[in-house]
């Protein structure tokens, strides 16, 4: 397909998609049942989140009471968390109530988790109670940890059991086990201990009097339930499981984590870090949610960098006499700043990415610092020399070139050491280190950037 021809094809999809919305809002307007179910039952995934996000929020709350709500629940599997809790909150807690019910554990927790108290309380006490006190306890894991990247549906018997009764078991419940995830079956000893694995087709071909005990493959492989993502991440790329277990401190079984599961909760952190880089300071927005929630959440942190900025531009005024005897020494200033900040995000990622890895921890500041000054060092001496040589050249006046080679060279060492250290200071007090990158950086570093430049500036001003 040439260049032409794909973006026609483009063109039609984007007018396809935003007919499904206008299409999907006017069955919603009509309350044709049976239409909706058919358009959500046959559409891809990506379609449906586009056409919803159109909606407003009547609609979306309607679109919840519509619906069956076993498809609802599908629907909300089809859907980005963010989208699929924008649609419990909207519909009436008897209706939320029903389709978290129809949700596999890992969703419900996650929703339950994210819904403000009172919300999250009105559907839990529509819940059985069982069920109620299991998502709560599910709720309170970590998103990234196994126990909150767990699914509970999965299938256990006890050690003592045979193979007919196991068969037995599945053709009773089949309705129940059908949505199940089921490769493996797990075998627990009398106190729920996790004590082997059994594979489906070990089961199938075994006579039906023998104990699971005698063919399951004892000790298997598990995790515990506070295994971080980055350690079920790491796990997965060593294994070619598909899940894993997962145990408390004392053994018993608790779920099992999907490789699939880790891999998204993996790129959704790495989307949320993204987002907090360029200011959006909760990690995650979508143009549907409440505007003026939209508004706040950005202006929290416009308003942080609008006080840093005039921060930065006091140190230009401060100097307004040097810049007015020298001012040559404007063009540089923002050369300075831009590849001041281009450091420090290369020393930003460098450390996040080793925190990730688990290669450094909070503790080790000076020795991150010392890598960190040893390049800065370096590379300070390699672009200032090159920005003093462009200066003389420019100006023919060696004293400039050596002011702005040295400010460069400084103010990339100070770029440098806070781009590798803050993220560190972060994660020891508990925050997210991709907040150290992004606007924050670069303002810091502007006012260094200002401050050496026009210091040295004032000192050498005669010979300007």
Request: hydrophobic share 45%; charged share 25%.
């Amino acid at each position: 397909m040439n260049t032409d021809e794909q973006q026609l094809e483009d063109h039609r999809s984007e007018e396809q998609i935003a007919d499904l919305g206008k299409t999907l809002a006017r069955l919603l307007e009509q309350e044709d049942v049976e239409e909706i179910e058919r358009l959500v039952a046959t559409q891809p995934a990506h379609e449906l989140a586009r056409a919803v996000s159109i909606l407003d929020d009547e609609e979306r709350g309607k679109l919840m009471e519509l619906l069956d709500p076993d498809l609802a629940a599908d629907l909300l599997e089809r859907l980005p968390e963010v989208q699929a809790l924008q649609l419990i909150e909207e519909a009436p807690p008897e209706v939320a109530a029903a389709v978290v019910h129809e949700l596999p554990s890992d969703l419900q927790a996650d929703i339950v988790g994210d819904l403000d108290l009172e919300d999250a309380d009105a559907i839990l006490q529509r819940l059985s109670p069982e069920e109620a006190e299991r998502v709560r306890r599910l709720s309170e894991y970590s998103d990234e940890e196994a126990g909150g990247l767990m699914i509970t549906e999965v299938l256990r018997y006890p050690e003592t059991w045979t193979v007919g009764q196991v068969v037995d078991d599945f053709l009773n419940h089949a309705d129940a086990y059908r949505d199940y995830q089921v490769q493996y079956t797990y075998v627990v000893d009398a106190n729920d201990r996790l004590i082997g694995v059994l594979r489906l087709r070990d089961l199938l071909l075994s006579g039906r009097d023998r104990r699971l005990k005698d063919i399951m493959i004892p000790r298997p492989i598990a995790v515990n339930h506070h295994t971080t993502l980055d350690e079920l991440y790491e796990f997965f790329q060593g294994n070619q499981f598909v899940g894993v277990p997962v145990v408390d401190d004392e053994g018993h079984l608790l779920g099992v984590v999907q490789r699939a599961d880790v891999d998204y909760a993996w790129l959704e952190r790495a989307d949320r870090a993204m987002l907090k880089r360029q200011g959006i300071v909760s990690g995650e927005e979508i143009r549907s949610m409440p505007l003026l929630y939209r508004a706040r959440a950005r202006l929290s942190w416009l308003s942080i960098n609008i006080v840093l900025n005039l921060m930065a531009a006091s140190v230009i005024s401060y100097f307004e006499s040097t810049l007015a005897r020298a001012i040559a020494l404007a063009a540089f200033l923002p050369i300075i700043s831009d590849m001041s900040g281009c450091s420090g995000n290369q020393a930003v990622g460098v450390s996040i990415r080793e925190l990730t890895l688990g290669l450094i921890q909070p503790r080790d500041v000076l020795r991150v610092w010392l890598k960190e000054i040893s390049v800065g060092l370096i590379n300070g001496v390699a672009v200032g020399l090159l920005l003093g040589f462009v200066a003389f050249a420019w100006k023919g006046s060696p004293v400039l070139g050596i002011v702005v080679g040295v400010a460069l060279m400084l103010n990339t060492m100070v770029a440098v050491s806070i781009g590798g250290l803050i993220p560190l200071i972060l994660r020891r007090f508990g925050k997210d280190p991709a907040m150290a990158s992004g606007p924050l950086l670069t303002t810091v570093t502007d006012m260094c950037g200002f401050f050496l430049v026009l210091s040295l500036a004032t000192l050498a001003l005669d010979y300007l």
